[in-house]
């Protein structure tokens, strides 16, 4: 078992704000989207809460983007695409197949590499492809008085909100996917535990079978 120090301060209190902030803009998105249900936020109170999260968020995302180019931490979004392809395909079997069979995982961690392919790939989606185009869509649609009356031949508010709720489930879905991925490590507690300690532990790979280690045929 080694133990590696993977998760500094910074990207732990960042990760478990940003979970608070997307928690509350989805509670306060589903209230505004279906306002009048007992069991759901005023719709007041819901726009405020979603315009002060979608603030903090904002300002998140831009500490988190700056800091992650200027650490260490960035070198572990550097996708190796000379075997993108082959750890695409073993990552993917795993997931799909392997990890029903109790197969061992295709990828390991070390200091170099946290994140296995589809990892690196579907962080890179979100924190650098749907996370601007929420905020932006978010900004948007806060200040919509000063926006185009239409924009493609559509009106403007109509766009800009349905791009904000796409990616808005886009981005539950991945939740979704994230929250169920943290319970596959060595134990169902294992990843949760890094995120919060900082510290992940990994099984070592076997070693290859070496001549001094391999059985001696007897004469």
């Known amino acids: 078992m080694t133990s590696l120090y993977l998760y500094p301060a910074w990207l732990r209190l960042w990760h478990w704000i940003n979970a608070l902030l997307f928690l509350a803009l989805i509670a306060s998105g589903v209230s505004m989207h279906y306002a009048g249900a ?9 726009r405020v809460v979603h315009n002060t999260a979608g603030i903090l968020l904002t300002i998140a995302w831009i500490g988190f983007v700056v800091t992650n180019a200027r650490s260490e931490n960035a070198r572990h979004y550097r996708v190796r695409f000379r075997t993108l392809i082959g750890d695409l395909i073993a990552q993917t079997r ?3 197949i392997g990890i029903f069979r109790l197969e061992p995982h295709p990828f390991h961690v070390t200091e170099a590499m946290k994140f296995n392919t589809l990892q690196q790939l579907s962080y890179l989606g979100v924190m650098y492809g749907l996370m601007p185009i929420l905020l932006i ?42 929250m169920y991925i943290i319970t596959t490590g060595e134990t169902v507690f294992s990843n ?23 059985p001696r045929e007897t004469p």
Do not use: K
């Open 94 to 96: 795993y997931y799909m």
């Open 38 to 46: 007992d069991w759901l936020m005023p719709f007041a109170t819901a």
């Open 137 to 178: 869509s978010g900004w948007a649609f806060l200040y919509s008085v000063y926006l185009p009356e239409t924009l493609f031949g559509l009106g403007s508010v109509w766009v800009v909100a349905m791009t904000h709720v796409v990616v808005s489930y886009l981005l539950a879905l991945f939740l979704l996917v994230h």
């Open 192 to 214: 949760l535990r890094a995120m919060i300690t900082g510290w992940h532990r990994e099984t070592d790979p076997p070693r290859p079978e070496t001549p001094a280690s391999a």
